[in-house]
């Protein structure tokens, strides 16, 4: 499956910051947006709203994680 390249950037962003805090990509997922799924579905292709994009962003800066 092709992966648009602005969610390539945002997997590789969630992969270090899951790396860095030692956490899953699933909890990332609960605790960002409270959808467990949002990684895998992401690898899969979904292509999640701006919005989207920028509260997930904007959780990963709060936790001092990686800049927008």
Same mark, same amino acid.
């Given at each position: 499956? $092709? *992966?648009? @390249?602005?969610?390539?950037? $945002? #997997?590789?962003?969630? =992969?270090?910051?899951?790396?860095?805090?030692?956490?899953? @990509?699933?909890?990332?997922? /609960?605790?960002?947006?409270?959808? @467990?799924? $949002?990684?895998?579905? $992401?690898?899969?292709? !979904?292509? @999640?709203? #701006?919005?989207?994009? =920028?509260? #997930? !962003?904007?959780? /990963? !800066?709060?936790?001092?994680? *990686?800049?927008?």
């Amino acid at each position: 499956m $092709l *992966v648009h @390249p602005v969610i390539q950037s $945002l #997997l590789a962003d969630i =992969d270090a910051f899951t790396a860095r805090e030692g956490i899953t @990509p699933s909890d990332f997922g /609960m605790r960002s947006i409270g959808d @467990p799924n $949002l990684y895998g579905d $992401l690898k899969k292709g !979904r292509c @999640p709203r #701006l919005t989207t994009i =920028d509260r #997930l !962003r904007e959780f /990963m !800066r709060e936790r001092g994680g *990686v800049a927008a």
